[in-house]
């Protein structure tokens, strides 16, 4: 039976987590205004919250599925601030390992942050457009091309470079290699300055003739695969991230609710919960509806997390919680700033910060458009050929 019903100790984790978020936000606007410095790993009070993590490790006989549970902390830890500024020692290439990698792979690589760099100037929603080329030369992979947009990019000591080692093959000739930062041809050559989630640093790089041990070629198959095989387990990669960053958006938003709540409370406004909708104002309605699919958001992504657990796919659903999740970002910060007004606009409230950092959810990872058309391909049964 699915029961997201968190246990008295998961709900104390929740508890904490939020006390950690309030002093998180003391340093939101300083790192949104000065997105040229790199946050420190670690927040200056962060030793007082040590223990949380302790405490998510032992939850009890009846806790919650792992995943599922990561997936409500993800929420609350963002909840604080979007970016908060206490980075995971792990990155989206991290992921990539656990998902393409040999047992030896993730040994090595499980202390080290590694980013993941797929997109380049010709190719983003379209994976499989890669140009960036990875060429077997005696012991080494050669590699050539660019990348941009990389998470983490600047901070990570290395990143997981997607490339093709046969053109011709489409998706089937798509491997991701290890590349650590150092290696010759291996160039950082910018950083990003975003609307939003401006403490989070996002990269370039160039790679020229950059060699890399065989042995960094995740899978260790450089065989290329009919019909996708390698590209596949990549993929896969996506059924780990996309909840991740569906509930990074939903815990954004739902500090955005609950701003709202508080300003209308202070108004005398409250949401009647037991009127009829034709006795409810226009602002109470809009604020039920936000709940609404804020509940409904956050209960897809828990679900694509408790199958990840069960080892069963969640490919569908993975997809469905980001696209629900990116979709309530783009509309409950937009809600937000309309039922604040002007008050939602000004640097005084973090609100028109959630604003900025809120529209991200539903680009990176997939926009929502993406989204749609993996769903589609999973309820019809159709596969990417056929629904393009
Ligand atoms: C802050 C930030 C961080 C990022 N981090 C990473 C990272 O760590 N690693 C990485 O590899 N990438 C990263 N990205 C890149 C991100 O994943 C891509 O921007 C995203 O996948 C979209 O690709 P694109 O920008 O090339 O847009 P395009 O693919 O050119 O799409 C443009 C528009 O067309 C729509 N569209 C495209 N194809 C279709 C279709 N078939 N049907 C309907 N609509 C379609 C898209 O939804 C979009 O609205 C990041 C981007 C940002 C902004």
Known sequence: MVDFTFNAKEQEIIREI?????VLRKYARYYDEHEEELPPDEFPEAKEFAHI???????????????????????????????RMKVPFTALGNASVTAAGTDEQKKRWAKTRLS???TEPGCGSDSKAIETTAELDGDEWVLNGEKIFVTTGIRAEGSVIWATIDKSAGRGGIKAFVVMKGTPGFELVKKEKKMGIRSSDTAAFVLKNCRVPKENLLGMDPTVKKGGGGFKGLMKTFNLTRPGVAAMGIGNIMACQEFVAEEMAKEGVAVDYEAGQHKRSAIQQKMIE?????????????????????GKPNNLEASVSKQKGGDISRRGAQLALEILGAMGSTHDQLVEKWFRDARITDIYEGTGEIQRLVIARELLNYTSKDLT
């Open 290 to 310: 936000l709940e609404a699919e804020l509940e409904a958001a956050t209960l897809c992504t828990l679900r694509a997390g408790w199958l990840a657990d069960k």
């Open 18 to 22: 939020r006390r950690e978020g309030l």
């Open 53 to 83: 993590d302790k405490m998510a490790a032992d939850r009890g006989a009846d806790a919650t599925s792992p995943t599922a549970f990561y997936m409500c902390m993800l929420m609350h830890r963002t909840w604080g601030d979007m970016m």
């Open 116 to 118: 993941m760099a797929n």
